[in-house]
Each structure stands twice: as structure tokens, then as C-alpha cells.
């Protein structure tokens, strides 16, 4: 589990979210919504292109803000549903919990710096590994560190 500290700067949360834009205009992805958070869970930047579906923003917020929310990617916590179904109640109570801010689908990725928390960014409009591919290159782009 990973706990938020640091500060990330409106540039590098601009920075990440242009970049994981680009990776997806390069890969011919479906229209996406990229939110930024800080290690505190408040919105830095989001973007949505031209095209994405309605709710494509606040699912990848959502995104985001799990990782802080709950200490894990949105892959980690994926799996754990996954792999142990006696977790679906607890989810549910997460869900309930967290105002619906939980997304268990890969895309929400923590952003560190030297190794500290310093945000999440949460990609959604493509395929799960797709929109986690474009959270990973918008964060290298940055010049910053991700880990799942």
C-alpha cells in the first residue's frame, strides 16, 4: 500500500495529461478523459476529447482518485476482486464509502517522485490496457516515476 506525500505541480499534472493524450492519438485509440489528482485527491487537471463518451471524465477521476483513496492501482485492486470473490461486499461498502470515486478496472496509477506519493492520474475511453499504457506514458513523459 502506497501512502500519498509530496506536491505535484499544475505543470507536470498538464505535462502528464497531454502526453498520455498524444500516446493515445498514436495508437488510434477510442476518444479518452484523463484526470490528474494530487497526493490529497483534488482534481490538478482533466481533459476530455472531443468524442468520449459522458461519463468517460468521472471514471477516470475515479481512477485517480482510488489510488490515493484506497493505497492502490486500480490494477492491484482489479485483481483482489478478482481473485477473491469474498471481497465484492467489502468493494460494495468501498463504493459507498468513497461516493462512488472507485473504479476496479486498470487505468488509475499512482505518480511518484523519488519514490513519494505525489498523485494518481486515471485514463478512461479505450480498452483497460490501453488506458493504463496511456497513464504510464503521459507520467515517463512528465519526467516522473509510475508504479501500479
Known sequence: ???PTGT?????????????LAHARSENMSPLAVAVVDATGTVRC??????AALMRPDI???????CVGLGMSTR?????VQQVPQLVPAFHSF??????RLVPSPGGVFIL???AVIGAVGVS?????????????GIKAAGLESRV
Open 8 to 20: 505535484l505541480e499544475l505543470s507536470e499534472a498538464t505535462a502528464i495529461v497531454n502526453a498520455a
Open 95 to 100: 463504493m459507498g464509502i468513497s461516493q462512488n
Open 125 to 137: 475511453g479505450d480498452h483497460p490496457d490501453r488506458d493504463e499504457a496511456c497513464a504510464f506514458a
Open 113 to 115: 517522485r523519488d519514490d
Open 76 to 80: 492491484k485492486f482489479f485483481d483482489a
Open 60 to 66: 477516470a477521476y475515479a481512477k485517480a482518485w482510488g
Open 46 to 51: 482533466l481533459q476530455s476529447e472531443d468524442g
Open 1 to 3: 500500500m502506497l501512502l
